[in-house]
């Protein structure tokens, strides 16, 4: 199986020395759906605070290994990812790209513009 894994990882972050583990309390994305770097793919709940796992870079979720509910420890792999193919599944989509691309520059998506010159 792992010869045939093209994906990336998504790991459980560490946790501190005085945190065992933590369980899923919700995804944000779903597999099939893109996602930028640094935006929020999953919250994860210790008995002291809820983590918040950002993505590591631009992608779309191909597989949750981790459902909502489960309990999980430092560093194990919770989802893999296709990383790089945010604007590839956006296009792919067809008629609800659009729309898709507008809710995602509200949400804080970083839209890259021309270079400026100063003169």
Same mark, same amino acid.
Request: proline fraction near 8%; aromatic fraction near 4%; glycine fraction near 6%.
């Given at each position: +199986? #792992?010869?045939?894994?093209? =994906? #990336?990882?998504?790991?459980?972050?560490?946790?501190?020395?005085?945190?065992?583990? =933590?369980? +899923?309390?919700?995804?944000? !994305?779903?597999?099939?759906?893109?996602?930028? &770097?640094?935006?929020? +793919?999953? $919250? +994860?709940?210790? $008995? !002291?605070?809820?983590?918040?796992? %950002?993505?590591?870079?631009?992608?779309? *979720?191909?597989?949750? &290994? !981790?459902?909502?509910?489960? /309990? /999980?420890?430092? #560093?194990?792999?919770?989802?893999?990812?296709?990383? =790089?193919?945010? #604007? =590839?599944?956006?296009?792919?989509?067809?008629? %609800?790209?659009?729309? $898709?691309?507008?809710?995602?520059?509200?949400?804080?998506?970083?839209?890259?513009?021309?270079?400026?010159? *100063? &003169?």
């Amino acid at each position: +199986i #792992n010869a045939e894994y093209m =994906g #990336n990882e998504i790991k459980v972050p560490a946790f501190p020395e005085s945190v065992q583990e =933590g369980t +899923i309390a919700a995804w944000h !994305k779903q597999p099939g759906e893109s996602f930028s &770097r640094d935006e929020i +793919i999953v $919250d +994860i709940e210790t $008995d !002291k605070v809820v983590q918040e796992v %950002p993505a590591p870079a631009d992608g779309v *979720l191909s597989e949750i &290994r !981790k459902d909502e509910g489960d /309990v /999980v420890t430092s #560093n194990e792999v919770i989802a893999v990812f296709a990383e =790089g193919a945010a #604007n =590839g599944a956006a296009a792919a989509s067809a008629e %609800p790209a659009p729309a $898709d691309t507008a809710a995602a520059a509200t949400e804080g998506e970083v839209i890259a513009a021309p270079p400026c010159t *100063l &003169r």
